[in-house]
Every structure is written in C-alpha cells, then in structure tokens.
C-alpha cells in the first residue's frame, strides 16, 4: 500500500509561490473608490433606451470605469486589470460624446418641441425622423396677422401642408362659417388629401386668422420627395392627416341639420336618416343628397340637402 502524497509535485511548487492560492478572506474592504465605481456601474446599467437613456447610460458607465482604472491602479496593482477598466473607461468616454453630439443635432425650438410631443411622439416617431420632417420645412415658423386671410376661395393655389401652431383660424365658405381650426390642427389637410401628387387645385374655402397666428408649412414638391425616401415618415404623415379630417368632419356633424331642422350624417354622402314625418311616410325616413366631397371641388365644399318632391 502506497502512502498518500501529502505535498504537490515539485513542478507545481514554484507556480505556488508565483501565484499564491487564497489562504482566507480579507477583514476589511477595498476601499472607498471601488465601492463607488461599482455604484457607478449599478446605476449606469439602470439606462433606458432613446439618446436621453444612452446619454445616461454611458456617463454613469464612464464614472464606474474611471474609478475602476483608479482602484486598479492604487489597490490591486495588477496591469492586465488596469488595461481593462482604462479601455472601458476610453470606449464609454467617446460614447458620452458621441451621443450629445447627435442630441444637439436633434434639439429644436420650443414650438417645434410641442409639435413633436403633440402631433408624433404618441405615435411612437423618433427624434431622428422627426428631424428630418423639420429639416424638410427648413425649420421655418410662419405668422399670420389678426384678419389676414391663409387662403382664399378660388384664388390660393394648394401647394402645401401647414399645421397651426398658435392661434386661431375661421374657415369661410361664399361668407358663410365652416368651423374653426385650432393649435395642431393642419390647416388644409382635406385640400391635401383631395389631390393626387401630379395634381394642381384651388382652394375652395377661405381661412382667416382671427387673431395672431404662426404655423409650419411644407411645400408639396419637397414633402413628396422626403416620402420618396422614407417610406417610414409617409405613412406617419397619411395617418396623422387622414385622422385630421376625421376630426372635422365629425366637428362638421354636430352642426348639419337639413331645412326641417333634422341632423344628417356627414359620414354618408349620398343618403342621411331622418326621423319620419306623416307627409314623408312614403320616402321611408330617408333623404337623398348631392355628395360633399368630390375630387373636382379640392376639398371642402358646403352641402345642401334636396327634399324630396311632393307628389299627389
């Protein structure tokens, strides 16, 4: 029976005393600096996304490192470990910098600010697209003194999309009121609708300011051309008009009533329900009426009810 080694061969001697094995484990710490480098690094990977949470990210994430690089240098005196926190501390510092130079590109004036939080954050539009949107207007803010005129009925070509910022906007049709148009509100967003890219129109509704305004506008050359690239900003741009006019015609609803005094649905061009009078018991309740939106009349146009003809 042979006796059990109680020593490790001699080759493994001199690796022993080179690199020493943990005996027990320290009493104390390591200090102040590598307790606050690992702060850094717990609240740095606590980073959202966006530039805002990449801005946070790597700042808090170039703090750790840099305390990191100290505690290696000071503390465990050990190279390989220095590199490796410096390069990471190098790596995060370029970042820090790289991000706030993309996030002052992307900074715009407040009213374009608010249009951003209003009309296209909530649907999810990066500040990269969004920029390239107001890049397209060339960052240009339009006023519109109290009783000038936007547009006006057969004489304003349409030739761009505006969305009103401030103020406040009648829509006017042969002197008669249509309905108002507030702040984020596009001004001619049926007029754009109404036409085909190749298409030229007239304004058929006059728009005056009742009282200061400014909005943005975007020539439609430029605007199809910016869609022609980004698919992406085209269809935001589709749903945001499209959802415009919706809101019009359903601001347009609440105030249609025929010659009788009874509400028709604008929703439904070519019929409307009314409730049943004993002199209309033959036309079962329904009344036919002239389409409001025709391609040939660009845009908004007033709608007027024909009542059915009497018969004996």
């Known amino acids: 029976?042979?006796?059990?080694?109680?020593?490790?061969?001699?080759?493994?001697?001199?690796?022993?005393?080179?690199?020493?094995?943990?005996e027990e484990w320290k009493g104390g710490s390591e200090g102040a600096i590598f307790h606050l480098a690992s702060i850094f690094l717990v609240l740095g990977f606590m980073g959202g996304?966006?530039?805002?949470?990449?801005?946070?990210?790597?700042?808090?994430?170039?703090?750790?490192?840099?305390?990191?690089?100290?505690w290696s240098w000071s503390d465990a005196c050990t190279t390989d470990t220095f590199l490796w926190n410096f390069a990471l501390f190098g790596i995060c510092a370029v970042q820090v910098v790289h991000v706030a130079y993309r996030l002052r590109n992307v900074t715009f004036e407040k009213e374009f600010q608010d249009l951003y939080s209003y009309l296209f954050k909530k649907l999810g539009v990066s500040l990269t697209h969004f920029g390239k949107i107001v890049a397209c207007c060339e960052g240009d803010i339009h006023t519109i003194e109290k009783d000038h005129c936007f547009a006006m009925e057969g004489k304003t070509a349409i030739d761009k999309l505006s969305v009103l910022l401030s103020g406040r906007i009648r829509v006017t049709v042969n002197g008669e009121f249509l309905h108002d148009i507030y702040p984020f509100q596009f001004l001619d967003s049926p007029e754009?609708?109404?036409?085909?890219?190749?298409?030229?129109?007239?304004?058929?509704?006059?728009?005056?300011?009742?009282?200061?305004?400014?909005?943005?506008?975007?020539r439609r050359k430029k605007l199809y051309l910016l869609?022609?690239?980004?698919?992406?900003?085209?269809?935001?741009?589709?749903?945001?008009v499209r959802n415009d006019i919706a809101d019009k015609l359903y601001s347009l609803n609440d105030k249609a009533f025929d010659s009788r005094g009874f509400r028709y649905d604008l929703r439904l061009p070519t019929y409307c329900h009314v409730s049943p009078l004993p002199e209309l018991d033959r036309t079962d309740g329904f009344l036919r009426v002239p389409a409001q939106y025709d391609r040939g009349h660009r845009g908004r146009v007033p709608i007027t009810i024909t009542a059915p003809e009497e018969t004996d």
């Open 227 to 240: 869609f022609a690239k980004h698919r992406y900003i085209a269809k935001v741009f589709a749903l945001v």
């Open 49 to 70: 996304s966006g530039f805002y949470g990449l801005l946070y990210l790597f700042t808090f994430l170039t703090l750790g490192f840099f305390c990191s690089t100290i």
């Open 192 to 218: 754009w609708d109404s036409l085909r890219p190749s298409e030229e129109g007239l304004f058929q509704v006059t728009l005056r300011a009742d009282n200061c305004c400014r909005y943005v506008s975007w």
């Open 1 to 22: 029976m042979e006796a059990p080694e109680f020593f490790p061969p001699s080759e493994n001697l001199t690796a022993a005393v080179v690199h020493p094995l943990c």
